[in-house]
C-alpha cells in the first residue's frame, strides 16, 4: 500500500495517527509542563500551534525543500528567539535562551532538518547581534535574516583544518580603503549552497589565530563560489564547500578587524554549541515520542509492546536522562538569560567560565541523544528505521550533532584543559 506521501506504508492507519504532530506535541506538553514556568510553556504551546497549523495548511510531507518555508515562519517570529531585536524595530517576546529552547523544541518535532537549516542560520544572526554597531549594512543583514527573508551560514571549518578553528589558511588582507580581500577554502557549512548571508572568519597570517577577522560576506559579490556537499544523513539539508577567489569585502561589512576575530569566534563557539545542545534534546524527546506512543499501541503475542521489560525498561531509562539534561539546559538557559537582562550581554569572566559548561553540555547532549534515537528506532524495530515517520531524520542529524560545532574529542580535550586550569586555581 501506497500512501498519500508516496511512501511504502509499513505502519498502520491507527498508529500512524496516534504519531502526529499534535498527539506527539501533547506527550511533550504533558512531560514539560510541571517545571516550566508560565511564559515559556505558553509560548511553547503558542508555537506548537504555528506549526499544527502551517503543517495543515501547506499539506507538509516532509519531502519538500524546507528553505522555501523559511519566509513564512520567519514572518511569524519563528527563526529566532534569543533576542528581542529591538534595535531593528522587532520587539520579539518573549525572548532568550529559554525561549530559543521552546521554539527549537517546537520546530524539531515539526520537522528536525528543517530545524537544523535553521538553527545554522541563527549561527549568521549571532555574530551581527553582537557585532552590528549601528551600520546601516549590518542593520539590514540581521533584519533580513531574523525575519527569513534572507538565509544564512558560518563558514569556520577548512578542508584540511577540521575542528582545529584557529590555524586557518584562509586569508584576508586590509586594503586602504579599510575593505578587505578573501582568498581561501571552508567546507561543512550548513545551508552554504542557500546562503544568502556569510560570516566568514579569515586570517591575516596563515596559522596564527591572533590575526583572525571576523567578516559579513553577501554571496552574490564576485569571488564567492560554493558546491554541495553530499550528506546522506540529511538530504534535505544544503551543506556547501566555499572557494573565495579574491572576493573584495567593503569596510561598512567587518565585524570584527584583524585580530579581533578570535576574540568573536569563542564568543560566538559558546552560543553555537548551546544552540546544538538545544537540538539535541529536542531530538530526544522527539524519538521517545515516537517510541513511547509506538509502544503502547504496537501488539506483540496478544500485548503492548511496551509491557514487555526489554522495551519498557530501555525506554524508561533514556526518559529518564532526557529529562535530566533538559533540566539542566533549563537551568543554563535561565543563567544566561538573567545576565543579558542585567548587563545587555555577557560578561567576559562568565563567557570564559562558559567555554567548558558548552562543551559538558554539548558533549553530553550529542551522545545522549545518539543513543536515545537510535534505541527509540531500535525498539520500534523495521518501523523505526522506514521513512513513514520521522525517525529517519533523527537518526541521521543525532549522528551529525557528534561531530557539528566541534567533535566529542574536541569537547573533551577543552573539558580536560578547564580541569588543569581549575587545579593551577588551587
Keep these: 500500500m501506497i500512501n498519500k506521501k508516496g511512501e511504502v506504508q509499513c505502519i498502520n492507519d491507527e498508529i500512524l495517527e496516534k504519531l502526529s504532530l499534535k498527539h506527539r506535541y501533547n506527550f511533550l506538553n504533558n512531560n514539560l509542563m510541571s517545571i516550566l514556568k508560565p511564559e515559556a510553556f505558553n509560548f511553547l504551546k503558542k508555537t506548537q500551534k504555528f506549526f499544527l497549523r502551517f503543517e495543515k495548511n501547506n499539506n507538509i510531507t516532509h519531502n519538500e ?3 522555501d518555508w523559511i ?3 520567519g514572518n511569524a517570529g519563528l527563526v529566532t528567539r534569543v533576542s528581542n531585536f529591538k534595535e531593528i524595530g ?19 518535532f515539526f520537522d528536525p532538518q528543517f530545524a537544523m537549516g535553521v538553527g545554522a542560520n541563527v549561527l549568521c544572526v549571532n555574530p551581527l547581534m553582537f557585532h552590528h554597531g549601528d551600520v546601516d549594512e549590518r542593520l539590514k543583514a540581521l533584519k533580513d535574516l531574523v525575519t527569513g527573508q534572507k538565509i544564512g551560514c558560518i563558514c569556520i571549518t577548512e578542508p584540511e583544518r577540521g575542528s582545529d578553528a584557529v590555524h586557518m589558511q584562509t586569508t584576508c ?3 586602504e580603503d579599510g575593505s578587505y580581500i578573501l582568498n581561501g577554502e571552508k567546507i561543512y557549512q550548513t545551508n552554504g549552497v542557500k546562503a544568502d548571508l556569510a560570516i566568514v572568519y579569515a586570517v591575516a597570517e596563515q596559522n596564527n589565530g591572533n590575526t583572525m577577522a571576523q567578516l559579513l560576506v553577501d554571496t552574490t559579490w564576485d ?4 558546491e554541495r556537499l553530499n550528506i546522506p544523513w540529511t538530504p534535505r539539508v544544503f551543506i556547501g564547500k566555499e572557494t573565495f577567489t579574491n572576493l573584495k569585502v567593503p569596510k561598512e561589512y567587518i565585524l570584527g578587524k584583524v585580530g579581533r576575530g578570535r576574540e568573536h569566534l569563542f564568543e560566538g563557539l559558546n552560543l553555537e554549541r548551546l544552540g546544538i545542545v538545544l537540538l539535541n534534546i529536542s531530538e530526544a524527546w522527539n524519538a521517545i515520542s515516537h517510541a513511547t506512543i509506538y509502544a503502547n499501541m504496537r501488539k506483540q503475542f496478544d500485548q ?19 529529562m535530566s539534561l533538559t533540566l539542566a539546559a533549563l537551568h543554563i538557559c535561565q543563567i544566561i538569560d538573567e545576565k543579558m537582562e542585567q548587563f545587555g550581554t555577557l560578561p567576559q569572566n562568565f563567557n570564559l567560565a562558559l567555554v567548558a559548561t558548552a562543551s559538558q553540555l554539548k558533549s553530553q547532549s550529542a551522545e545522549l541523544t545518539e543513543r536515545v534515537c537510535f534505541g527509540c528506532a531500535d525498539l520500534m ?9 520521522l ?7 543525532s549522528r551529525i550533532h557528534r561531530v557539528g560545532g566541534g567533535t566529542s574529542q574536541i569537547q573533551k580535550y577543552i573539558m580536560s584543559l578547564a580541569l588543569r586550569q581549575l587545579f593551577k586555581m588551587l
Design 90 to 108: 522587532l520587539n520579539y517576546e518573549p525572548h532568550g535562551m529559554i525561549a530559543e529552547f521552546m521554539r527549537c523544541l517546537a520546530t524539531d
Design 173 to 175: 588582507k586590509e586594503n
Design 65 to 67: 525543500d524546507f528553505y
Design 223 to 226: 569571488g564567492w563560489n560554493v
Design 304 to 322: 503492548e509492546i511496551l509491557k514487555y521489560q526489554g522495551v519498557g525498561f530501555p525506554l524508561a531509562d533514556m526518559w529518564a536522562k532526557t
Design 71 to 73: 519566509p513564512e515562519i
Design 381 to 389: 524495530g523495521g518501523a523505526g528505521l522506514c521513512d513513514n515517520t
Design 391 to 397: 525517525m529517519s531524520d533523527l537518526l541521521g542529524i
